[in-house]
């Protein structure tokens, strides 16, 4: 028996357990809108198929004093494999069902040939499994792969990733025949989304977005408790809003976008050509900026104005309780924050400018286990 076979019900109490756990009943019951017989009803046959278990009596509940069973989920009835994929490298992590990691593991890439690329990611899943002590007979529940760009994960098809310049590749097909395991895709904004609403800085939170800033600058929109991905599967791509007055070609092909001012490649673009310097990288323009350079300074400024111009964005449409900024961007953050939260502030409509900010730095293992988290919903939230 699986989670996708159980009613609704069923998926909404093991959610509940995994974001909040351990749980008495009575408290899942308050948790979901459940009645107490309803909550006995479906955990039932989800304790009998070891998807969760009771784990002790430490607290009294009610007038009777009675000591109230908590119940939580079984984290090592299921494992997962999350892996990111960059222009440059793989980055993986074997989590089980809590998202917990395991094991994790990095590859280079010496080719985006959509091929190599498969067989790399089959490879990592591999080491992961040895790195996390599986036996062979042990079968992974399923894997999560996370790519920037456009990404339909219905149908497990990246449609269009710029910086890998593949077009319609059906990635989780290959994955799946290339590493024997359930496989899904997801853009891995919105997959790192899932994650801090599961274990980060959105837990608990009914509305909040997560916008990333680095090589590309996109967004995960979680609503209603909900990460959503809209019909065509873009929402969340405050990189490709257009900022006046900006002719800059941004990687879409289109001009003035967020991204062509603000990603880290813009960023330095602009550093080399305020400078004169065609060989400049970002390290030296982020040292440049700190050293008070004011060409260099200006660029982060403009580009500070620009992610705040997006967070506003953000801000007006879903009034979200927090906006999480992270990206590899942020380690730069103290050049252009400024710049952001006046942007921010200069855009935000009424009551919006009162959305909580908050910087946090995260890893590429933490997008890595950003998919192992959405593999591991699939079982509990199939797609439809």
Same mark, same amino acid.
């Given at each position: 028996?699986?989670?996708?076979?159980?009613?609704?019900?069923?998926?909404?109490? #093991?959610?509940?357990? &995994?974001?909040?756990?351990?749980?008495?009943?009575?408290?899942?019951?308050?948790?979901?809108? *459940?009645?107490?017989?309803?909550?006995?009803?479906?955990?039932?046959? %989800?304790?009998?198929?070891?998807?969760?278990?009771?784990?002790?009596?430490?607290?009294?509940?009610?007038?009777?004093?009675?000591?109230?069973? =908590?119940?939580?989920? $079984?984290?090592?009835?299921? =494992?997962?494999?999350?892996?990111?994929?960059?222009?440059?490298?793989?980055?993986?992590? *074997?989590?089980?069902?809590?998202?917990?990691?395991? @094991?994790?593991? $990095?590859?280079? &890439?010496?080719?985006?040939?959509?091929?190599?690329?498969?067989?790399?990611?089959?490879? *990592?899943?591999?080491?992961?499994?040895?790195?996390?002590?599986?036996?062979?007979?042990?079968?992974?529940?399923?894997?999560?792969?996370?790519?920037?760009?456009?990404?339909?994960?219905?149908?497990?098809?990246?449609?269009?990733?710029? #910086? %890998?310049?593949?077009?319609?590749?059906?990635?989780?097909?290959?994955?799946?025949?290339?590493?024997?395991?359930?496989?899904?895709?997801?853009?891995?904004?919105?997959?790192?989304?899932?994650?801090?609403?599961?274990?980060?800085?959105?837990?608990? =939170?009914?509305?909040?977005?997560?916008?990333?800033?680095?090589?590309?600058?996109? @967004?995960? =929109?979680?609503?209603?408790?909900?990460?959503?991905?809209?019909?065509?599967?873009?929402?969340?791509?405050?990189?490709?809003?257009?900022?006046?007055?900006?002719?800059?070609?941004?990687?879409?092909?289109?001009?003035?976008?967020?991204?062509?001012?603000?990603?880290?490649?813009?960023?330095?673009?602009?550093?080399?050509?305020?400078?004169?310097?065609?060989?400049?990288?970002?390290?030296?323009? /982020?040292?440049?900026?700190?050293?008070?350079?004011?060409? /260099? $300074?200006?660029?982060?400024?403009?580009?500070?104005?620009?992610?705040?111009?997006?967070?506003?964005?953000?801000?007006? &449409?879903?009034?979200?309780?927090?906006?999480?900024?992270?990206?590899?961007?942020?380690?730069?953050?103290?050049?252009?924050?400024?710049?952001?939260?006046?942007?921010?502030?200069?855009?935000?409509?009424?009551?919006? /400018?009162?959305?909580?900010?908050?910087? $946090?730095?995260?890893?590429?293992?933490?997008?890595?286990?950003?998919?192992?988290?959405?593999?591991?919903?699939?079982? #509990?939230?199939?797609?439809?």
């Amino acid at each position: 028996m699986t989670l996708a076979d159980q009613p609704p019900a069923a998926a909404l109490v #093991f959610q509940t357990l &995994l974001q909040h756990g351990p749980l008495s009943r009575a408290e899942i019951g308050r948790r979901t809108g *459940l009645t107490p017989g309803a909550v006995t009803k479906v955990a039932t046959p %989800l304790m009998a198929d070891g998807w969760i278990t009771e784990v002790g009596r430490p607290a009294t509940e009610g007038a009777s004093g009675r000591p109230a069973t =908590l119940i939580a989920v $079984r984290a090592e009835r299921a =494992l997962f494999a999350g892996v990111k994929v960059t222009g440059e490298e793989l980055i993986g992590v *074997l989590a089980d069902l809590t998202a917990r990691p395991l @094991a994790t593991g $990095r590859v280079l &890439l010496d080719s985006r040939d959509v091929g190599t690329v498969v067989l790399a990611i089959a490879g *990592l899943v591999d080491e992961l499994r040895t790195a996390g002590g599986m036996a062979q007979s042990d079968a992974l529940h399923g894997i999560g792969v996370t790519i920037s760009g456009d990404v339909d994960s219905r149908l497990g098809t990246v449609q269009y990733s710029p #910086f %890998l310049d593949w077009r319609r590749v059906p990635l989780a097909q290959l994955v799946e025949s290339a590493a024997g395991a359930p496989t899904v895709i997801e853009n891995d904004v919105r997959a790192l989304t899932v994650a801090e609403q599961w274990f980060g800085a959105g837990a608990g =939170l009914s509305t909040f977005a997560l916008v990333t800033v680095g090589a590309g600058i996109g @967004a995960g =929109l979680s609503i209603g408790g909900r990460v959503v991905s809209g019909a065509h599967g873009v929402a969340g791509e405050v990189g490709h809003l257009p900022v006046s007055g900006v002719e800059r070609v941004c990687t879409c092909g289109n001009t003035g976008c967020v991204e062509a001012v603000a990603s880290t490649h813009a960023i330095t673009e602009q550093a080399r050509q305020a400078t004169g310097n065609a060989r400049l990288t970002m390290d030296e323009a /982020v040292r440049l900026a700190h050293a008070g350079d004011p060409a /260099v $300074r200006a660029v982060f400024a403009g580009a500070g104005r620009a992610v705040g111009l997006a967070l506003a964005c953000v801000a007006n &449409l879903i009034g979200p309780e927090r906006i999480i900024i992270s990206g590899e961007g942020v380690a730069s953050y103290d050049l252009f924050a400024d710049h952001i939260r006046q942007s921010f502030v200069d855009h935000a409509f009424g009551a919006a /400018v009162d959305c909580d900010l908050v910087v $946090r730095p995260l890893p590429f293992e933490e997008w890595a286990r950003g998919g192992a988290a959405v593999a591991a919903q699939r079982v #509990f939230a199939p797609a439809k």
